[in-house]
């Protein structure tokens, strides 16, 4: 069996490559040329190139993987960006982008048994806010309040529009774990003993280790479902002090100085960091859509349709996962 991964070369791309390598897949990396291969497998992956940005590039690249190869029996669309300088190309990389190569797998006749797109819980922005916090369910209607989550929103509307394309749309909470760079940074904030929250409203936060979140794609791909949407997630919600207190507790530090502040400081810093992000040309971790992410209080969501249908049960309690990935940042000299 063949799988394109797109996006291999990414935090969660490069694990379904190793994923697919375990369970026998033939796996085939989908990727731009400059992209670095530093987290895959220096063996046993085949690797295409492929232009999200083109109609005629995407044509002619699957045109000519066709003729040589055929066409993959499934694919697990991971490419995307999760943030950016110009809000723009949030969606001309992941509406357009796939828009794009759905298209293009159409014209052709190369749509796969089952294609799987990596999608986020944050198409549903901030519902179910009023406390007691309820799960977000599937049935709710979605309210994206972020330019990341509105372009994943699309994105799904237009595969799922598409008659006759056999899709699944994963939309996983909060993923963390080895080689992510965001969670990353709370670790080294921890370590230098300050840890900083805001607003006084109470939240839930919830959380997919990465290895849950690849065993939970791959149930899809392996089950007989298709046409389905899906949230991922631990079931258990946790407090805003939770992640940071497992990074405590496993770096072994004594004293950390927690600052909570209100929502509209978050606000003001954001600004500031999406100003020096535009004169630097790098994109930032804190930005406009990130305040909103984090001023959210309710990350709850309903686990139960991947649960019954799909048979998936996370391995990796929030304790777990940091304990995991504190241990390979050291290992990997990131700590």
């Known amino acids: 069996m063949k799988v394109l991964i797109t996006g291999a070369s990414g935090f969660i791309g490069s694990f379904l490559v190793e994923k697919g390598l375990e369970l026998g897949y033939e796996v085939w990396a989908g990727m731009r040329g400059k992209s670095s291969k530093k987290f895959l497998p220096s063996t046993g992956v085949k690797y295409v190139e492929l232009d999200f940005s083109s109609s005629d590039s995407m044509r002619r690249q699957l045109a000519a993987y066709k003729q040589d190869y055929g066409a993959w ?3 697990i669309h ?3 960006l999760t943030k950016c300088i110009d809000k723009k190309d949030f969606f001309r990389v992941n509406e357009e982008g796939t828009r794009i190569f759905v298209d293009s797998l159409n014209e052709l006749g190369m749509q796969p048994r089952k294609f799987v797109y990596l999608s986020s819980l944050s198409v549903f922005g901030p519902v179910r806010e009023e406390q007691p916090y309820s799960p977000i369910k599937e049935s709710d209607v979605m309210q994206p309040n972020t330019e990341y989550g509105k372009s994943k929103c699309a994105a799904e509307r237009y595969i799922i529009e598409n008659a006759g394309f056999p899709y699944i749309i994963m939309r ?7 080689r992510e760079r965001d969670y990353y940074k709370m670790a080294v904030s921890i370590k230098k003993h300050v840890d900083f929250a805001v607003g006084y409203k109470p939240q839930v936060i919830t959380f997919i280790y990465v290895k849950d ?5 791959y149930l899809a791909m392996e089950k007989p479902v298709e046409n389905r949407c899906y949230f991922v997630s631990e079931p258990a919600g946790y407090n805003s002090r939770a992640f940071s207190d497992y990074i405590q507790k496993e770096l072994g530090i004594g004293y950390v100085l927690h600052i909570k502040a209100p929502v509209w400081v978050l606000w003001v810093i954001s ?4 100003w020096f992000s535009y004169i630097t040309k790098k994109p930032s971790t804190l930005n ?3 305040y909103k992410i984090m001023k959210q209080r309710n990350w709850l969501c ?3 349709p991947i649960e019954n249908e799909l048979g998936f049960v996370a391995d990796y309690s929030l304790e777990k996962g940091v304990e995991e990935t504190i241990e390979w940042y050291k290992k990997e000299k990131w700590l």
Do not use: H
């Open 271 to 274: 600004k500031c960091a999406e």
């Open 78 to 80: 991971a490419a995307g």
């Open 172 to 178: 996983p909470t909060g993923v963390y774990g080895p």
């Open 288 to 290: 406009g859509d990130k």
């Open 213 to 217: 979140l690849v065993k939970a794609i």
């Open 302 to 304: 309903d686990t139960s």
């Open 73 to 75: 029996d499934y694919i």
